[in-house]
């Protein structure tokens, strides 16, 4: 009877945040909607992304999850979800995260080894789960072409190539 309880317990509490993941191609008046204002954050722009220029960064909280979102052309192009006390997300939390954000598509799940989980879509999007950063990160094909373009024009004017 116990097993039954928590197990229904679970199931509902997924289903019930399924609700509250992000997903690409919302725009900031959707994800307000969705968890309430945007609110201040330490972690402000997130690690990583503080000098990437095109994309403009909104920090979220729901429930015990800390949720960034940067939008490109005013849609979100890359999520990164955390726990509030910084712990690792389960499996079931990263499941139900690529489902809310699956935009009907199949997440694959990469089966090269690494330290980091990787799955894709074949729309070009990508999700990533960093078990150091216990944080999950979801980037739209256009936002992964534009950090690709910004990449090689700080690499071509840090170089200062003029002409060949």
Known sequence: MRIRL?????LL?????TSAWARLG???????????Q?????????PGYEGDGFANFATFQKGDYHIIVGFLNGVVAVE???????????DNEK???????????????STTPG?????????GAIASYDTFNHGMT??????????????????????KIKDF
């Open 138 to 159: 979801i980037k739209s094909k256009e936002y992964r072409a534009a950090e690709e373009a910004k990449a090689a024009a700080d690499e071509k004017a840090k170089l």
């Open 80 to 90: 990164i979800i955390t726990k509030q006390e910084s712990s690792d997300l389960s």
């Open 95 to 109: 499941a139900a995260i690529l489902e809310a954000d699956s935009a009907g598509l199949a997440w694959i799940k």
């Open 38 to 46: 945007p609110v201040p954050s330490a972690d402000f722009p997130p």
């Open 26 to 36: 919302e725009t900031m008046d959707q994800c307000v909607a969705r968890w309430g």
């Open 13 to 17: 509490s997924l289903s019930m945040a």
């Open 115 to 123: 330290a980091n989980e990787i799955w894709t879509r074949n729309d």
């Open 6 to 10: 928590f197990t229904l317990s679970l």
